[in-house]
């Protein structure tokens, strides 16, 4: 079956540190990769995808890349913000799947 | 535009009470999920329709909840009769779809949170 590994939290780090957040998956064919956010008290909302290996997703200064030989798509951010402060969702959609496959989410905290 | 709009934003009730959450997807989506979120299962899907069908109920817990989609434009999720259990943040989702798949693409409402006493 799908599933999707997040790296644990809380993740804590000073305003300007560089961010990464873990994602590997385990799929059936060629999933595409998904990363929301959450902000408190909101539900989730888009943040980047990819839908093929190799690509990059990025927004909002966030990138991940679609690596199919390791199954990641690891988020980053060179530089976080307070206003980052979040929770991340990694998540796939493989094949002719209709619904998501969310991973546990992680919990980040930017200090100022 | 506006988008998925859910009510009420905040529930309290007493177990053994009615609750019924409603949802408005974005017009024009196609597919509707319902989620439940709370600190110790995190986010679970309990249901989604596909052109107002339900496809997939087996997240509902048991059979105190029920959902329906009576048109493509609102939704509900009824748990009868309710347990503290229950207590969480209920999002609902919608997204367009191609003519095989979901897109992934989903937008969330801004929850209703319900406590269940």
């Known amino acids: 079956g799908n599933s999707v590994t997040q790296m644990e939290g809380p993740v804590t780090l000073s305003e300007e540190a560089f961010l990464t957040i873990n994602c590997t998956y385990t799929?059936?064919?060629?999933?595409?990769l998904f990363w929301y956010v959450q902000y408190p008290g909101e539900g989730l909302q888009l943040l980047l995808k990819?839908?093929?290996?190799?690509d990059k997703g990025s927004n909002k200064g966030f990138e991940a890349t679609y690596r199919k030989e390791t199954t990641s798509f690891h988020l980053e951010k060179g530089s976080v913000q307070v206003s980052d402060s979040a929770v991340y969702f990694c998540a796939l959609l493989s094949g002719s799947a209709r619904q998501l496959t969310f991973g546990s989410g992680t919990q980040l905290t930017v200090l100022p | 535009d506006a988008g998925v709009i859910q009510s009420p934003r905040h529930e309290v009730t007493e177990m053994g009470q009615e609750v019924t959450l409603r949802c408005k997807p974005i017009?024009?989506?196609?597919?509707l999920f319902w989620y439940r979120q709370t600190m110790m299962r995190g986010l679970e899907l309990l249901i989604y329709?596909?052109?107002?069908?339900?496809?997939?109920d087996s997240g509902m817990p048991e059979d105190r909840f029920s959902a329906k989609m009576p048109n493509a434009s609102f939704s509900t999720l009824k748990i009868q009769p309710s347990e503290p259990r229950d207590s969480a943040v209920y999002f609902c989702?919608?997204?367009?779809?191609?003519?095989?798949?979901?897109?992934?693409?989903?937008?969330f409402g801004e929850g209703s949170r319900l406590t269940v006493l």
């Open positions: 990819a839908t093929k290996a190799d």
């Open positions: 799929a059936t064919g060629y999933p595409s």
């Open positions: 017009s024009g989506h196609d597919y």
């Open positions: 989702a919608s997204s367009l779809g191609t003519s095989k798949a979901n897109t992934g693409e989903l937008f």
């Open positions: 329709f596909n052109n107002n069908v339900p496809i997939d």
